[in-house]
């Protein structure tokens, strides 16, 4: 189905009533709505209509064995959506909901299978934005959102980036301007023994260990590069190439003088082929590169602004036509997990250590 996609501006200081009561009755009503979070943009349909969620995957082109996340307003809703909710789960919503944290935990048959991609478990969140809980109550729905960008491309954290992947496939974008954070969600599987991180996120294993108070593991899928199939990344996402720009994507890692003449002898030897060379790097050290195009992330000192920019840089190297792209490493302390983790799948897992 086309669609004319009407993308509306909400203050999320300010929100205007009427249009999420327009927002709303979309969702109600069985249609999809892009929708501001703290971690990216999701596109939200109704979690307990199948029809609706069938409409998400066709809508993204994503297939369906690639469940979405149920995302809640009030921890009420959480009977709605889990069959039972363990005492982990109610540590951990009390400390980090509203908040970047997704919990696994087994689904309530009300679920339909095809929100969940047929798994028997069910993935919830509560976002902390104002615009999204506003659409969550004003729906009177549960709703379920994956990334509101089209499968394969890189997570939106702008309206502008959901309006590039959608444009036509869905009828409306709720506006609130740039997200906060930058990456999607930390998820965390309560289903087993021990907890698991599925997906690194802004919330890191330390943070869930001080509340749980033991130990968490992280799934041994997400080591392994995309060609070796022997470890499977337990979420089925995570399986996947991308948050991929079009260009070949390689990683540079070491001290910084080296990771700075490596780039630039690669690029002398590219300009020669005549390729188009884009460097991804530090504010602090992007003025070292002799690149067609610096696209400078964020500070170092500044690892949030890092997180933040990541995937807008991503697709402005599809903008720019590039042929080759250099990026620095950004391991920094804290949410520098998530950020390699999703760097290194953008980067098909090329990594040059110098
Ligand atoms: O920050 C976020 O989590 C954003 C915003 C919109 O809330 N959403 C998001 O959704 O990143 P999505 O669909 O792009 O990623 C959901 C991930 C996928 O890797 C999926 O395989 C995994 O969650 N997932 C969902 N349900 C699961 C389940 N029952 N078991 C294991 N993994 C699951
Ligand atoms: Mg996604």
């Known amino acids: 189905m086309q669609y004319k996609t009407e993308s509306i501006l909400v203050n999320p200081e300010f929100i205007d009533k009427d249009v999420m009561k327009k927002a709303g009755n979309l969702i109600a009503s ?34 369906s064995d690639n469940p979405l996340i149920v995302h809640i307003a009030d921890l009420s809703d959480l009977d709605k959506v889990a069959c039972e909710v363990p005492e982990r789960a109610i540590l951990l919503a ?24 047929g798994m028997d478990t069910v993935a919830i969140r509560m976002p902390n934005h ?18 509101a960008n089209s499968s394969g491309r890189p997570s939106p954290t702008c309206a502008q980036h959901v309006a590039e992947d959608l ?21 965390v599987d309560l289903t087993e023994k021990v907890p698991m991180i599925l997906r690194p996120g802004y919330i890191t294993s330390e943070m869930l260990s001080a ?26 996402g995570m399986k996947y190439r991308h948050y991929a720009p079009k260009a070949e994507m390689i990683i540079v890692d070491g001290e910084q ?30 003025v070292q ?27 402005k190297c599809d903008q720019l036509g590039a042929d080759v792209i250099y990026s620095e490493s950004f391991s920094t302390p804290v949410i520098g997990q998530a950020i390699m983790n999703r760097l290194l799948k953008a980067a098909g897992h090329q990594v040059i250590k110098v």
């Open 289 to 315: 590169y002799k690149a067609d195009h610096v696209l400078c992330i964020g500070k170092r000192k500044d690892e949030d602004s890092i997180a933040r920019h990541l995937y807008g840089n991503l697709r």
């Open 130 to 147: 104002p615009v999204a809980l506003s659409l969550i109550r004003e729906s009177g729905c549960v709703i379920a959102a994956p990334s």
């Open 167 to 187: 444009n036509g496939r869905i009828p409306m974008i709720l506006d609130g301007g740039s997200v906060n954070i930058g990456l999607e969600s930390t998820i």
């Open 30 to 63: 069985g249609e999809l709505v892009a929708f501001p979070t703290e971690t990216v943009y999701g596109l939200g349909g109704n979690a307990m209509d199948d029809e609706a969620s069938s409409k998400i995957y066709r809508a993204k082109g994503r297939p």
């Open 211 to 236: 509340v749980l108070k033991e130990k968490i593991c992280i799934d041994p899928g997400l080591q392994t590069g995309i060609t070796d199939q022997k470890v499977k990344p337990k979420a089925p």
């Open 257 to 286: 003088k080296n990771v700075i003449d490596e780039i630039n002898q690669r690029i002398s030897a590219d300009h020669i082929k005549g390729k188009k060379v884009i460097v991804i790097a530090a504010e602090e050290s992007g």
């Open 94 to 117: 009390n400390a980090f909901w509203p908040g970047p944290l997704t919990m696994i935990l087994n689904k309530n048959a009300d679920i339909p299978m095809t929100t969940t991609g």
